[in-house]
């Protein structure tokens, strides 16, 4: 399948982007959701994009067949890991999702169509609306491609016009994206554009800054700040910047079947992704006085990266990175040989994936593509205390616990700052109504006008 050129990342490597084509297409784009997008309807929207996803799951489907033979040697990622981390972005845009997410944004479905009201705001004689950004443009960090395609997702169901700004190499899969959405309905396709090239060019993001309404940025607290320095005043700016996870499994969680369900499930979430993303653990703490111990549990751990690596291999990594992990890996193994308070364990001839044990239970940073650290600890006050480098920056935690007292842990998580709780296995699938960083998923992005009857 050969993509047609409809977006500036379809242009060949050679090509030369300049600030007057940057500033055409915004303006294009501003026309073409003028003529094309503003007047839809949600539930046309709504249908659009349901049956887009749905056609994303199917393995005949042209756009993911290309994803799938052309993603691996571009992102680095393995089909195995590829095909389940889009099945797990589009199993979530159904109708009755996607309706969920304006409900609890919004408080209404029809909130973006016209003047509407929820029933106690029809007791208090108000109604409102809600509009999205005329341009609204997403600057992507490229690690993972999920993020992206939600943006664009939520860039549509708000009828905005939409620029999507791919870090350098990045760009295939927010593209097919993209031109999965052109070819159901061409018209909505011309109100999006998806190029790339290396941050910090002045003079096409000068162009970018001038034209859009609204600057979504995903990446580094430095990139962001950087970005917020050179933006107009006029336009709303919302940075997602850099955030850590980690994993917590309390006692009283342990039995012979149990362990090897929750040992998979953290498996699942070095795997997805290959670690990559702000939602994937850096540590998996594990309380004491369950009948598996935190050194017991890394041992199992281990065994069940091997045994992925088989199904779900990690991929290729710059020559760079496996340095990294290597260095890493040879600290700790000087270190397990001189200290029982640490062991190791790793894949041989590749550095696909590495378990640490450290009795020290202070958080630890991974260096991620599957490499991960297992730590005890007495309880989950423990845990947080020597956690405290990253508290603010904590996105997702990963928690296995009986039911008398998940709620208790989470109310607990919730007060320190996490963000978002969820079960161990699911840290890489957050839900489509999923708060990014605490903060409300469309709510940030419109403008309400209230009608006070």
């Not at 756009?63 to 889009?86: E, Q």
Request: charged content about 20%; overall charge negative; hydrophobic content about 40%.
């Amino acid at each position: 399948m050969n993509l047609p050129n409809y977006f500036l990342a379809d242009l060949p490597a050679e090509a030369v982007l300049s600030e007057m084509m940057i500033t055409e297409a915004c303006q294009t784009l501003k026309r073409n959701r003028e003529q094309y997008l503003r007047g839809r309807s949600t539930a046309n929207l709504i249908k659009l994009l349901s049956e887009t996803a749905a056609n994303w799951l199917r393995p005949e489907f042209p756009f993911r067949k290309l994803a799938l033979a052309k993603g691996p040697g571009l992102t680095g990622f393995s089909v195995p890991v590829l095909a389940a981390g889009l099945d797990s972005f589009f199993k979530q845009l159904t109708s009755e999702n996607l309706q969920a997410l304006l409900v609890q944004e919004l408080g209404q479905v029809q909130r973006l169509d016209n003047l509407s009201a929820t029933l106690e705001e029809q007791k208090a004689k108000r109604a409102a609306l809600a509009c999205g950004p005329e341009l609204l443009m997403h600057i992507s960090a490229g690690n993972i491609p999920n993020p992206t395609l939600m943006s664009i997702t939520h860039g549509v169901l708000l009828r905005s016009a939409q620029f999507v700004k791919c870090a350098s190499g990045t760009s295939l899969l927010p593209r097919l994206f993209a031109h999965s959405l052109y070819d159901a309905e061409p018209k909505l396709g011309a109100c999006l554009e998806v190029a790339e090239w290396r941050g910090g060019n002045a003079s096409l993001e000068s162009a970018l800054f001038n034209e859009a309404d609204c600057v979504a940025v995903t990446g580094s607290d430095e990139t962001l700040a950087e970005i917020r320095k050179h933006l107009p005043s006029k336009v709303r700016f919302l940075g997602y910047g850099h955030r850590v996870s980690f994993g917590y499994i309390a006692s009283g969680v342990w039995s012979g079947f149990n362990s090897k369900d929750v040992i998979s499930r953290a498996a699942s979430d070095i795997v997805a992704w290959n670690q990559l993303g702000c939602l994937s653990p850096h540590v998996i703490y594990v309380e004491h006085g369950g009948n598996v111990s935190a050194e017991q549990f890394a041992e199992s751990l281990a065994e069940e990266l091997a045994r992925r690596e088989e199904s779900e291999p990690r991929g290729d990594i710059a020559a760079e990175t496996a340095a990294t992990i290597s260095s890493r890996r040879g600290f700790y193994e000087v270190r397990a040989a001189h200290s029982p308070e640490t062991r190791h364990w790793c894949s041989k001839d590749s550095t696909a994936w590495t378990v640490v044990y450290e009795a020290d239970p202070r958080f630890q940073l991974s260096c991620l593509n599957r490499f991960i650290y297992v730590k005890g600890v007495a309880n989950l006050t423990e845990a947080l205390q020597n956690a405290d480098n990253v508290r603010g920056k904590v996105s997702t935690v990963g928690l296995t616990a009986p039911e008398d007292k998940a709620t208790e842990l989470a109310t607990q998580l919730a007060r320190w700052g996490v963000t978002r709780v969820c079960p161990l296995g699911q840290m890489q699938n957050p839900p489509l109504t999923w708060r990014h960083d605490g903060r409300p998923a469309l709510g940030d992005l419109v403008t309400w006008t209230d009608w006070e009857q």
